[in-house]
């Protein structure tokens, strides 16, 4: 995916999340219950719609969208071969950008620009195949982390990986 579009996706992404988390009613207990799914999942999903939209013969398929990807995950995405494949987060959505930007949400306090962001610097996808997550579910994001090498988790797990150049696609 070009630059160009990586900044469109992550400007539309950060404009609907930013309206999704202003407009949730955090003091209302049942409502944040009802809603806990629908928080974890609004990123991923609206990310693989946006990205599909913008990625030519994507086959609406999450697996092509991906920033970076393994070389077994490639040669599987290359044959149309999508069992045990993995969609992944390079780093986790959760801890750094869900929870800071609900938290700010939850005060008033925060702004599109903000979200922006945070997605722009997390927000990272990866496709791996299913015995390479496996690896990587055993490791953690370092301790000491210096939030700047977005591949120190895939490192530490002796996972290589690539970018992902979907020029295969317009074949």
């Not at 946006?50 to 970076?68: E, V, W």
């Amino acid at each position: 995916m070009s630059v160009n579009y990586r900044n469109e996706i992550l400007a539309q992404l950060a404009e609907t999340y930013y309206k999704f988390l202003t407009l949730l009613d955090y003091y209302d207990e049942y409502f944040m219950v009802g809603i806990k799914e629908g928080k974890s999942k609004f990123l991923s999903n609206l990310n693989i719609y946006l990205a599909c939209k913008n990625i030519l013969n994507s086959k609406n398929n999450k697996y092509y969208t991906t920033d970076f990807v393994t070389e077994k995950a490639l040669h599987q995405l290359m044959k149309e071969d999508h069992k045990h494949l993995i969609y992944e987060h390079i780093i986790p959505k959760q801890r750094f950008i869900q929870s800071i930007c609900e938290n700010l949400a939850s005060k008033g306090e925060l702004k599109q620009e903000f979200v922006f962001n945070q997605l722009n610097k997390y927000l990272w996808t990866a496709t791996v195949t299913k015995a390479e997550d496996y690896l990587l579910s055993r490791t953690k994001m370092p301790n000491v982390w210096d939030t700047s090498n977005l591949l120190s988790r895939y490192e530490a797990a002796n996972i290589t990986l690539i970018e992902h150049d979907k020029s295969y696609l317009l074949n």
